[in-house]
């Protein structure tokens, strides 16, 4: 299915949205190539679904311009626009049987001839056998997946997603994020998914702008995002990453520093912006990253590695992994995961540990920044 109409990159130059003395968006400019799967992410009230709703038309920008390829959208309503929007709410008509949902549309357009492309929608989002069941016989998964093909059926340039996987559990959520990414790849056109999960946002797109406080803190592929975070906003909000106020000690291809009485080293290309002899630094390492070896065995770490001594506070056994909070001079509470593989039963809290990871795993951060930034609380998940 190949066949949707081409409709160029969306792009949105000087977007901003301000409501009174209030802006939810400050101007930004972003092109979401053709083609793509696109993630506006970030928590609420970042500006994600407020830049959504202005690419649907449902929102008028207070500045800037929104074009599909060459065709300046800007000034015209949703309906006008080769756009469809799917919601967390699945919004199904429940007296209609799937089939007459997803014909919906085109039945609106006085197409009468519907059968094949319902049909085909059907097969893409392999509900075939569910074609005269009425919504409430429909797990929410399968719901979702309804409200998709509706919107496809109208061969829109660009599909809109806003948090449309928020009302499932987790177990069904994983498997609609890997369905939603393969109907994508099947009909190849642009979709853009707005959503504050970091794992749906890194699992399903190409391309993530990550929002923050309305404005794009940083764009690109999820691994460069989360290996090559540019602000302790992403380095957080994207995983969990152990930030360590250093000083610097020599700069160059490699830049030296010293942290809580251990001397560290770092890629010169993964440290923002200038550094200086004598400044501060944040370093940053993820605990994936990082090795934990008994305080006895410390004799066994290879030489080369960035090492800090530490104890044990707590441990969590998680299954796949053991995750670890490990006071330090360098800082309290730094997070290692360690995978269950070959556990060593002396690693419990209380125990004096070396922490080791390869220096080409850390990267530099200006040291300016709030090193919580991005940090989720309770109050933020609930």
Not at 263 to 275: K, N
Not at 365 to 377: C, F, K, R, S, W
Request: aromatic share 4%.
């Amino acid at each position: 299915m190949t066949d949707q109409t081409t409709g160029g990159d969306v792009r949105l130059t000087g977007i901003s949205k301000t409501y009174g003395s209030f802006t939810a968006v400050h101007p930004l400019d972003l092109t979401v190539p053709q083609g793509s799967f696109f993630a506006l992410l970030g928590a609420s009230g970042c500006g994600k679904t407020t830049t959504l709703r202005m690419i649907a038309g449902l929102e008028d920008p207070t500045t800037g311009t929104i074009s599909l390829g060459d065709r300046d959208v800007t000034d015209l309503p949703p309906y006008k626009r080769p756009v469809n929007t799917v919601f967390q709410s699945y919004a199904l008509f429940p007296h209609m049987d799937i089939s007459e949902n997803i014909a919906f549309g085109l039945r609106r357009r006085g197409i009468k001839s519907v059968k094949k492309q319902v049909d085909d929608m059907l097969e893409l989002v392999q509900l075939g056998d569910k074609a005269h069941h009425k919504p409430h016989q429909l797990s929410g998964g399968q719901q979702q997946r309804v409200a998709v093909a509706r919107a496809l059926i109208n061969h829109p340039q660009v599909l809109l997603l806003d948090e449309p996987l928020g009302a499932l559990d987790l177990k069904l959520r994983r498997q609609m994020q890997l369905e939603l990414k393969r109907i994508q790849t099947e009909v190849g056109i642009t979709f853009v998914h707005v959503t504050h999960d970091q794992e749906e946002a890194m699992t399903m797109a190409d391309q993530v702008a990550v929002m923050n406080g309305g404005r794009v803190e940083q764009l690109g592929a999820p691994a460069d995002l989360y290996e090559n975070p540019r602000t302790t906003f992403v380095a957080n909000f994207l995983g969990t990453s152990n930030l360590i106020g250093a000083e610097v000690l020599e700069t160059g291809s490699d830049v030296v520093v010293s942290a809580g009485g251990a001397t560290l080293r770092l890629p010169g290309d993964r440290c923002t912006d200038a550094v200086r002899t004598g400044g501060g630094l944040l370093v940053g390492v993820r605990p994936e990253k990082i090795s934990l070896t008994h305080a006895d065995d410390a004799d066994t770490i290879a030489g080369g590695r960035n090492r800090v001594t530490g104890r044990i506070a707590d441990s969590s056994f998680i299954g796949v992994s053991t995750q670890y909070v490990v006071d330090s001079p360098a800082g309290a509470g730094l997070q290692v995961y360690e995978q269950n593989i070959e556990r060593d039963a002396r690693l419990v809290p209380g125990a004096e540990v070396v922490l080791h990871w390869n220096p080409a795993h850390t990267f530099g951060l200006d040291a300016d920044q709030d090193i919580d930034a991005g940090v989720e609380t309770v109050e933020d998940a609930s």
